[in-house]
């Protein structure tokens, strides 16, 4: 089993910046995908980013390509999302996520795969 706890979350005028983090324990996470999704009120939680367990790989929505930025820190097993230019439109609850399977290499943006899940972190960016 896998725990992750996101953190960084805040309030933030638009134009603005955060970095998200996701501490895992339980189990490293070295050799799994790790991904971010996001749930806005009323509507369903939606991918934001996603990155491959060799950090070689990564995935963006369209609504956040160029703006945010996910790594991830194999000897801290850490992730983290830094999102810059930040919109009213991108606040959210934001999740961090671990896939289920190691070294698997299929859609990184596929919500099915990941079998663990955080608590969430509250952004929100004001106009």
């Known amino acids: 089993q896998v725990q992750l706890v996101e953190s960084g979350g805040g309030l933030v005028q638009a134009g603005g910046s955060l970095r998200l983090s996701c501490a895992a324990s339980?189990?490293?996470?070295?050799?799994?995908?790790m991904g971010w999704f996001r749930q806005a009120p009323g509507k369903e939680r939606e991918f934001v980013a996603a990155i491959s367990w060799s950090g070689g790989n990564t995935a963006y929505a369209d609504a956040v390509k160029g703006r945010f930025t996910i790594s991830r820190d194999n000897a801290k097993n850490m992730v983290y999302l830094q999102m810059n230019s930040l919109k009213p439109e991108d606040t959210a609850v934001y999740y961090c996520a671990a896939d289920r399977l190691p070294l698997y290499s299929g859609s990184l943006s596929k919500e099915t795969r990941y079998d663990y899940w955080g608590q969430g972190t509250q952004v929100t960016v004001s106009s």
């Open positions: 339980g189990r490293t996470v070295t050799n799994y995908a």
